[in-house]
């Protein structure tokens, strides 16, 4: 996880309202300083983190809790709600599809590693990309763009003498056949008029889709002013937050962008290509508040076929081959929304939205992969070494990524079922017992 500071401070808060038997006005502001000290440590502004406090206290001490809900489980649900709206409050929406996209920020920002993370992941979405290398301002960003693009098999447009990028680019499009162009341009240590007038002259031979602006989160809150200005300047459709990995401040550089009201898209994890996601504030705040486990999940249980699982759990038993029905099922029961609101007692406020979305384009790619592995695999994956992962990975035309991915998805859930072994009434009884069991209500 991303930003272990700032979640753990979030927990100490959130650990301390359900530990608590009674929820009173102090526990609230106990509550609400841990979660101050978090933030405003992760360099959030503080007028912005006072006025969340400030709500989390004015709506937990005047709303009483919806049916079904207690105090508590109330009081951590508008946690979550204030964090989420604090954080972005909706989930970018990335259409797969063809598209143009403009990639624009400062020197070093990542805008080159992002615009190979991007176009990986629409070739992961079975869409075809391609690159364009307009930064001619830097030495040698073409072959850095170039070498990304060989890693990834995605062929690169541009010209490593050509000094006019408005040339790369026109030439660019006449070549291109991908359906997917995403272009690199040339960052500056600020937004100047120079910048303006090349990124302005990019953006009107493509006429993107997008344009993202790449931030890096160790600006903090700096990211704010940074992301006015370009919405002002060139009109950014978005923000991709890189360096989350490698700072304590990215809290803050989301609140900000957050604050503006730019929306971030992606977030960068990493170095590699494949450490890039899609920004859901939802997810965000429930890894965050320490729901992560628990949401895989709950995306694929539900109730009757949880109480069939558990038996097989106590039994011993739940093979990859259990894991794939239960994603087949989740699949074919509509949304897990639904699900929900059958459950007696279960008030689905209480549940994070973005708990609730399956991935669907996860799950096909783990149905691929669990129907290319041979039967003993599937009966016991501790079997699969890395030369079995790679087979299996080309077999079912996936990266051996995705297969780890899988296998660690399926030992969580492994891992998950058997905690229910020891919880009263097993799975029979409803998942509000496996809310308190692992979101610690
Ligand atoms: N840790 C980490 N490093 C990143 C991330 N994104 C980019 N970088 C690194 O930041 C440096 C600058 O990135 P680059 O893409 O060249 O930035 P550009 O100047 O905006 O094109 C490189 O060393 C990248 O590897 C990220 O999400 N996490
Ligand atoms: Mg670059």
Redesign the pocket.
């Known amino acids: 996880m991303v930003l272990d500071n700032l979640s753990e401070g979030i927990q100490k808060a959130v650990d301390k309202i359900s530990g608590k038997s009674l929820v009173n006005e102090e526990v609230i502001k106990e509550a609400c300083k841990d979660i101050q000290r978090a933030l405003l440590q992760s360099d959030a502004d503080v007028e912005l983190v006072f006025d969340l406090t400030e709500s989390i206290k004015k709506r937990a001490l005047d709303e009483d809790p919806p049916e079904g809900l207690t105090e508590k489980e109330h009081v951590v649900n508008i946690v979550y709600e204030e964090l989420v709206k604090f954080l972005g409050k909706e989930e970018a929406e990335i259409p797969v599809q063809e598209s143009k996209i403009l990639?624009m920020?400062?020197?070093?920002?990542?805008?080159?590693?992002?615009?190979?993370?991007i176009a990986k992941f629409y070739k992961n979405r079975g869409l075809k990309p391609a690159l364009v290398a307009c930064?001619t301002y830097?030495e040698a960003?073409y072959d850095?763009l170039k070498q990304i693009g060989e890693k990834l098999d995605i062929p690169v447009y541009g010209d490593a003498d050509e000094e006019d990028s408005a040339a790369v680019l026109k030439d660019a499009l006449e070549e291109v056949e991908e359906e997917v162009v995403i272009v690199?341009s040339s960052?500056r240590d600020a937004l100047n008029d120079d910048m303006i007038e090349e990124i302005t002259t990019l953006n009107d031979i493509l006429e993107p889709d997008e344009r993202f602006l790449?931030i890096?989160?160790d600006m903090g809150q700096q990211a704010g002013k940074q992301a006015k200005r370009f919405q002002e300047e060139l009109d950014i459709t978005g923000v991709a937050v890189?360096?989350?990995?490698?700072t304590a401040k990215g809290g803050g550089a989301l609140s900000a962008c957050a604050a503006t009201g730019a929306s971030v898209k992606f977030?960068?994890?990493?170095?590699e290509m494949k450490?890039?996601e899609k920004y859901d504030p939802e997810r965000f705040v429930s890894q965050l508040i320490g729901y992560g486990d628990l949401e895989g999940l709950l995306e694929r249980v539900d109730e009757e076929e949880a109480a069939e699982q558990a038996k097989k759990m106590m039994e011993g038993e739940f093979t990859l081959e259990d894991f794939q029905s239960q994603m087949e099922q989740v699949q074919s029961m509509g949304s897990l929304d639904e699900v929900m609101g059958k459950i007696p007692g279960f008030s689905k406020s209480k549940l994070p939205d973005g708990m609730i979305d399956m991935q669907e384009e996860k799950m096909e790619l783990y149905n691929y992969i669990i129907d290319s592995m041979t039967p003993e695999e599937k009966e016991d994956p501790k079997i699969i070494d890395s030369s079995r992962k790679r087979r299996i990975a080309e077999g079912s035309g996936t990266d051996v990524e995705n297969v780890s991915e899988l296998i660690k998805l399926y030992r969580q859930s492994k891992k998950a079922m058997k905690m229910f072994k020891g919880g009263r009434g097993g799975m029979k009884g409803n998942l509000k017992k496996m809310m308190k069991q692992f979101g610690g209500f």
């Open positions: 990639l920020g400062t020197f070093g920002a990542g805008k080159t590693t992002t615009a190979g993370k930064d830097r960003a850095q690199d960052g790449v890096p989160a890189t360096k989350m990995d490698g977030i960068g994890t990493g170095e450490d890039l």
